[in-house]
């Protein structure tokens, strides 16, 4: 009875101390998102909250928000289109990436499902002009397959090796893709396809190792704000390999 | 004596009661101890499911809770229903004008696209796709000469127009044809340099030696196979030399 009573005992404390742990820990994750915001609303210069963007409230005026966010997206394609390399167009208000060469629309992939962050609603009218009225630069791309699928073949000696080392062609991409854009304002740009939308678990997996990491090491908990689409397999691979390496994109909430 | 008959028999009971309570806890310890290889794993897995289920599901769903601390545009003075729609009036006018800048961008006159990554061609006409079909384009072979000699086998991407066109092309084979079939280089205007009927019955030239030709190998059509330059099917590129004039525009993704 003694020992039954000094076991509940110690799992009372251990239980306090997990709902502490976690308690704690909650509060960090929380806080981690409003640090993000306030430095994304901070981010927002005097000059950019005069004019109508200012007088817009969208609890007041949904419909002004809505024509902004338009305004924005149409102006980063206007700034895409005096651009040389092939550019990406996502609108996840009609479910649209488009690729576009000059400000010519080349393809189109309908996108099936998407989310994005909570934070990225929150931000004030201003600052979603600022960050969204301009193409967002693509700093870090991951994928799952190469960019270019080079095949090294050496010359061959003669012409009887030269018969016998024919390549085979076969350029279809069977694998599924899933492709991770790190764009301006460490906003973290997931596109994935239906099979390989299990790894989005994998990817939170990721994420609590690094925010364990974070607290292990005693630093700054961080967050990352995501958008994430679920679009066919084979034209994620069309996007990924038509896209530079520097891509840029323009983005629509 | 008979005080220390007293302390003695006292003595006595209450090793006898030590001993019975230790052989007491003794079969509670193998008790407890017969069961610890069940309970500890239990109670380590509980703990871990605990902690995963916090970190994997919890804390994300906490970050994307909705913040809104105060309100999202603090800054925004409230409006009345006139100045709202003046103010909705003049955004609607301003991204009808970049609509129209952007509408601009693409030709009023043919033009063609090429995804190099499902090897397909779509050709425009008045704004409007008229003709899709299979074409070939660049393997992303690197071939290996030896001696500072490679090439890649790829496709230029972006804007492209057309600078000449021609009936009855003949190709004359660079230097990278005879190094695949391992053959010797010949001299720049050597007769087996020139090969008549391999190119289709027209070819459309984008400029750097690429061109849009015709193929013997039309089992092809549909995969990367080609040096470099696009291969269309017999009727496929006629409709094509007959829609596209010099100056028409490429768009290669």
Redesign the interface.
Known sequence: MKAFIVRIKYYLLFSIFLLGFIGFNAYLARQAVKTKLAEINQSDSISNTKGVLSSINRDENPEGYELIKEKAFLEAQIELSNSDSITLVIDLKDSLAVLQIKGVTVYTSKIIRYSYSALLNDISVPVYYKIFSKPLTVHQQLSTIAKEPIVIKIAPKDTIEAAKAEIVPDSVVNESVVLNFLVDEDILVVITNHEEEGSYFNQKLKWSYHFLKQLVELKKVDYQPTIKMVIPNDDIVVIYRALPWKARIAIKL | MTNNNKNLSNNEASNNLIEVSSDASTL??KS?NKYLWVIIPLEILI?VT?F?A???????K????????G?????????DSA??AK??K???K??NK??N??IN???KTP?L?I?????EYVLYKKQKAIRYGKCSTG????????EK?KW?F?TP???FRIQNKTTGPVWKKPDWAF?????PIPSPNHNSRFEYGVLGDYALYLGQGYMLHGTLYKR?LG???THGCVRLNDDDLEAIYKTLDIGS?V?I?
């Open positions: 509670n310890g407890s703990v605990v995963v916090f970190f994997v599901l919890f804390v994300p906490i970050q994307e809770m909705p913040i809104n601390v309100s999202y545009d603090s800054n925004s003075i409230p409006a100045s709202i103010t909705n003049e955004l609607q301003q991204i970049i609509e800048k952007l961008k693409t030709p033009y696209t995804s190099t990554v499902k090897n393997s992303y072979i690197l071939l290996d000469g030896g000699q890649i790829r991407k972006g804007e190094v695949e079939e391992g053959l092809f995969l990367a196979v525009k768009y993704f």
